[in-house]
């Protein structure tokens, strides 16, 4: 039981480039349960992932562990990767990122993660908008610049739309415009086709990277195809 809860708890730690839980990935190795303690191994794509991206993962999967109420100890091991120990000695040490890493942390962990929040968004923003325009063929690109929360279908693009909103504190009220900067400020009307083609361009670069790392972690680690989930096989136009 103990198990399930860690492991549920690990769904809500997501990789910032490819926008997709690390349970879904595959990057999960292993959870263990001792008691209080959870012990949990990573794996990557490959030993040269980005090491900010890999800190940012497994910092995240300690805090979530850790906020459940039973655990006392959570540990999270990094493997096979250029700077696990590294990072393992800081995660041990709850030195943040900027104690790991030194002079080479360029850019403070929160800045990160708010740059690849707002891809996600800007992705999840198409994919929502792209879905209205196939199921509306009457709709034209420029009349996007109307549509409002409450236009968007019951579906789980429009949910995961709102999930991206709520993550930056942008409105999430049902007469909020859909096609919004990163700050929720609408585009105007005559921008809207080039705003969406650029939306279309980053959505279309998440999920290719989103595949090919999977791929990449599937030929490393053979094993790991049981534990990915499929993919939204959903068409996009690109």
């Not at 879904?24 to 191994?41: I, P, Y």
Request: hydrophobic residues 35%.
């Amino acid at each position: 039981m103990r198990e399930h809860d860690a492991y549920a708890a690990l769904h809500a730690v997501f990789d910032p480039e490819l926008d997709e839980p690390v349970t879904d990935l595959g990057f999960v190795r292993s959870l263990t349960v001792e008691g209080t303690t959870v012990t949990v191994h990573l794996r990557l794509p490959t030993s040269f992932c980005s090491p900010n991206f890999a800190y940012l993962m497994a910092s995240d999967a300690k805090d979530v562990l850790t906020a459940l109420d039973w655990v006392e100890q959570a540990h999270v091991v990094l493997d096979d990767h250029h700077d696990s120990d590294l990072i393992n000695r800081g995660l041990a040490a709850d030195a943040g990122y900027r104690g790991t890493f030194g002079d080479e942390a360029e850019q403070d962990l929160d800045e990160l993660r708010l740059t690849f929040r707002r891809k996600a968004h800007t992705a999840a923003m198409e994919r929502a908008l792209t879905r209205l325009l196939r199921e509306n063929r009457e709709l034209t690109e420029e009349a996007l610049h109307e549509i409002t929360l409450a236009d968007l279908p019951d579906h789980r693009t429009t949910h995961a739309l709102l999930r991206r909103r709520t993550s930056l504190g942008l409105d999430t009220t049902p007469d909020a415009p859909v096609l919004v900067d990163d700050h929720g400020t609408p585009y105007p009307r005559e921008e809207v086709p080039l705003r969406l083609r650029f939306a279309r361009s980053v959505r279309i670069s998440i999920d290719g990277n989103a595949h090919f790392c999977r791929g990449l972690l599937r030929t490393r680690y053979p094993e790991s195809a049981t534990d990915q989930t499929p993919r939204d096989q959903e068409v996009h136009s690109s």
